[in-house]
């Protein structure tokens, strides 16, 4: 399943846990970066952009809401 349809599904009480989640995630993942380099440094990119799916996907129902 894509990751715009998976998001679609959730809730929106989902969505802002999944992002606070990421958001965390993210954080520790440079932590650990900083200190020692990591093996993948292609996922701090892949956390950052999960993040904006979640931020999209939010704003969307907003504006969706409103109409």
Not at 12 to 19: A, V
Request: aromatic residues 0%; positive net charge; without cysteine.
């Amino acid at each position: 399943m894509k990751k715009q349809e998976e998001l679609k599904e959730l809730s929106d009480k989902d969505l802002k846990e999944r992002l606070e989640a990421e958001t965390v995630a993210l954080a520790q993942l440079k932590i650990n970066h900083t200190i020692t380099p990591l093996d993948d440094s292609g996922s701090i990119r892949e956390k950052r952009r999960n993040i904006a799916r979640i931020h999209t996907e939010l704003r969307a129902r907003e504006l969706k809401n409103k109409q």
